[in-house]
């Protein structure tokens, strides 16, 4: 039973990332980045190409991995975002961003899927009574140590205060002289930097495949839509949800339910907190 809880903790760590970097950029700029979960793949298949391919050092690989999905995801912000000026065409050039993405993937690696090798011991170990991976743990870890800075960031800096003012009401924060197209490029890129730094710690769960991001983003998605749009904490709980709901469903249901169940939660949340278990209401006075 233990086994299996760290399972699906690993798994919904992986979903509480996806939904963690959608947040960033929700929170600085009000955009859905539907293509972060291309940029995570990307991350992978770099980590792969550096590993395996050139055989570099793990911190090269740390470094580099970051850097070329930074730049993809400034380039995003630049290109397919900062032009538009309609909500709805923004996510559509997202979906575009997303799809030039997964071309250009298997045109540089193929459609088959390529283990990435884990940078540290691949021992079983032993964790509160259920036997789990060191890759699997620090997937875990690296999901609860990442939301708690982000938080603490958000509260105590000043660019993580502009960004909630920004949320908050992103006229008034231009008024008070905030600079949000700054704050969104910036955002998208840290967003980048992250997926890319990720790349060599999924990677080993993972793998690099093609079909990865569509795996997690849907997933992802509705991990953020369960704990709420703009809420860290929330996308954190709401991937465990999600991920306990999918590996439970599978070993004591079918591997043909965990849709319907994920779904059916989702449905349930919904209907009982429209703004998720975490997210806020906002009310106007006209």
Known sequence: MIT????????????????????????????????????????????????????????????????VVFVVAAFEERVA???????????????????????????????????????????????????????????VATALVLVGILMVLSRRTMIGLAMLAIAEDREAALLRGVNVRRLALGAFAFSGLLAGLLGPIIGPQTFAAAGLASAIALYGFVALAIGGFGSLPGGLIGGFVVGFAEEFTVRYMNSNYPDIIVFGILLLVLLLKPNG??????????
């Open 81 to 139: 975002i900062r032009p538009v000026r309609v909500a709805e065409a923004q996510l559509v050039t997202t979906v575009g961003i997303a799809t030039l993405i997964n071309g250009g993937v298997q045109r540089i690696w193929g459609p088959n899927p390529l283990s990435v090798p884990f940078f540290g011991s691949n021992n079983i170990v032993t964790v509160f009574g259920g036997r789990v991976l060191p890759d699997e743990l620090w997937i």
């Open 277 to 286: 278990l975490f997210g806020k209401s906002r009310e106007r006075a006209v």
């Open 4 to 67: 299996l809880v760290w399972s699906a903790m690993t798994i919904g760590a992986v979903y509480a990332l996806v939904a963690t970097g959608y947040n960033v950029v929700f929170t600085a700029s009000g955009v859905f980045n539907f293509a972060h979960a291309q940029l995570m793949m990307l991350g992978v298949y770099i980590a792969y190409a550096g590993l395996v391919v050139l055989k570099w050092p793990i911190l090269v690989v740390f470094l580099f991995a970051g850097v």
